[in-house]
């Protein structure tokens, strides 16, 4: 009988093994075929355990095990867990990961090698937990031009930017309550900085533009500097804060993948997407705009798209289905931020006539070349929708400054 192993005894690694055993008979009825759990790899003990029997130290008792077609990696990190899949993949045993920070890294080389020996190297699970995305956007989407994809990646700061708004919190308390469920790690800086986020989007980059996306080459900025007064001015002009991670195809050719807090219009429903729920906006010429929504992170949603992964393994073992791209050798095709044309949230001190801040701004930009653009203001927020240069964006702030409304903080904005 095809067996399968799980490295890792994690949160994830665990929802793996539950659910497996939980829906097993739904779960072999979709692969066709009996195939059972052989191995838990994982240096801790769990003698209480009652999967006891399945557990080993060795990654060598997986790999010369001639049943096992496709091992699930739950590990995180990229060492060990690159030697290990590159070893199974080798032998022509499928993977199936989660780790987004062994992907955003190494994905090239590991479907490379999953390439040349006819095995897959799937991982659905690493950008946006249940949801499926990575499927879709190289299999069902593949018809398409796609322009741009942005998403919420990140459940954690999701679930703090949204009890800012909702509990007028401030970031530390919202943190600390993030913290104390569980959402959050004890040293955060992965989540609030950005970085995992950022991960998400070089995989969803590299995927739909076919060449490796580093991390390294990707603007990153996180959510500390939001404070609750830039949440309440973003809720003031109908819309939210939201940690975007985004990557666009510029004119010239290049594409922009980036990470930073955004100003989201109502009108875009990612704006209502919150707590710990995830959502991928996908722009293609065929499809307009499509939406991916559901739970980014957690045992079960996580497990959900690693046992998907594992099923497609088993039914498909000599069909190389997970999607390759290439190191180019180069970051050259990538864009700096400065590239980036976008509308902006402008908070001043709150001491201001509306109706003469949207006259200033309005007037300004009719004056260089933006005539008739929309300018909404509150007494401490201004929302211009115009899509401005950087260069452009700095004129208007000085522009401002100028004008005795010293600026307190501003967000780039995005598209409704
Ligand atoms: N820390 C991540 C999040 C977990 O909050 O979304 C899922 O990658």
Avoid at 136 to 145: F, G, Q, S
Avoid at 160 to 171: A, E, H, P, S, V
Avoid at 317 to 331: E, P
Wanted: proline share 3%.
């Amino acid at each position: 009988m095809k067996k399968f192993a799980v490295l890792g005894f994690g949160t994830v690694g665990s929802g793996v093994v539950e659910l497996f055993y939980k829906n097993q008979k739904r779960i072999l009825e979709k692969a066709g075929e009996a195939f059972e759990l052989a191995y838990i790899l994982d240096l801790r003990d769990f003698p209480n355990s009652p999967y006891a029997d399945k557990f080993t130290k060795s990654m060598d008792a997986i790999l010369s095990d001639p049943d096992i077609v496709v091992v699930a990696e739950c590990m995180g990190g990229v060492e060990p867990a690159f030697t290990y899949l590159k070893q199974c993949l080798e032998k022509g045993i499928s993977v199936a990961t989660s780790n987004k920070e062994l992907i955003a890294q190494k994905g090239a080389e590991l479907l490379a090698i999953a390439k040349e020996h006819a095995c897959n190297c799937f991982f659905e699970a690493s950008v946006g937990g249940a949801i499926p995305i990575i499927r879709p956007l190289h299999r069902c989407l593949a018809a398409n031009d796609i322009s741009a994809i942005y998403g919420i990646l990140n459940g954690t700061t999701n679930y703090i930017l949204n009890k800012m708004l909702t509990d007028g919190m401030t970031f530390a308390d919202a943190l600390d309550k993030a913290q104390k469920h569980g959402y959050a790690e004890r040293e955060p800086s992965a989540d609030v900085d950005g970085h995992d986020a950022c991960r998400k989007i070089c995989i969803l980059s590299s995927l739909v533009f076919g060449q490796h996306v580093y991390p390294e080459s990707v603007y990153t900025k996180g959510i500390r500097e939001i404070s609750l007064e830039d949440a309440a001015a973003a809720d003031s002009l109908d819309g939210a804060v939201k940690l975007i991670a985004f990557v666009k195809k510029l004119d010239d050719g290049r594409i922009l993948p980036a990470v930073m807090p955004m100003y989201v219009p109502h009108e875009n429903m990612i704006s209502r997407v919150d707590g710990v729920f995830n959502c991928v906006e996908v722009c293609g010429d065929a499809i307009d705009r499509a939406y991916f929504c559901g739970r980014g992170a957690g045992k079960f949603p996580t497990a959900s798209a690693v046992m998907g992964d594992i099923i497609e393994a088993v039914k498909h073992q000599k069909t190389v289905f997970s999607q390759s791209w290439v190191d180019a050798g180069t970051q050259d095709f990538i864009a700096g931020i400065d590239a980036l044309n976008c509308g902006m949230l402008i908070r001043f001190e709150n001491n201001h006539d509306a109706a003469a801040l949207s006259e200033f701004a309005a007037n300004y930009l009719a004056k260089n070349g933006h005539e008739n653009e929309a300018v909404r203001a509150t007494s401490n927020a201004c929302l211009i929708s115009a899509s401005l240069t950087n260069a452009e964006r700095t004129a208007l702030l000085d522009a401002f400054a100028n004008q005795n409304m010293p600026i307190l903080h501003w967000l780039p904005a995005m598209e409704a």
